[in-house]
């Protein structure tokens, strides 16, 4: 049997989850900011967070922002602000299809482990 005190305290747990999971949402899928948080600051860390994304696909996979040219990172951040990612390579493949640039998996960057010293 659960006391009151338990019955409280696994709401706000939840409530807490919920909370967590909205402002998770309002970070990678273009969500808006939940109640009670600074939309202009999770509307900056969100776009740095498509910045990165971003550079990671043009790390990984450098001709295909080649291929975009200059606007590589604007292009690639209107198209993803409200699409989770899931990898590196499935945003770089979904990415050359929306702007039509074939995609090959030789375009994409090895990984090397690091040298030894």
Sequence with gaps: M??????????E????????AALVHALVAG???PDGFDTE???????????KRAG?????FPLLAHACGADFTEQFV???VDK???????DATAFAEYVSVALSTSGA?????????
Excluded at 41 to 51: M, N, Y
Excluded at 84 to 90: L, N, Q, Y
């Design 31 to 33: 969500s808006p900011a």
């Design 109 to 117: 960057r090895k990984s090397f482990p690091r040298r030894l010293r």
């Design 84 to 90: 989770p990612k899931t990898t590196t390579a499935s």
């Design 41 to 51: 600051a999770v509307a900056a860390t969100a776009q740095a967070l498509l910045h």
């Design 13 to 20: 747990v939840d409530a807490l989850a919920e909370r967590q």
């Design 56 to 60: 990671e696909v043009a790390r990984r």
């Design 78 to 80: 209107a198209w993803a």
């Design 2 to 11: 659960r006391t009151p005190e338990a019955h409280s305290s696994r709401r």
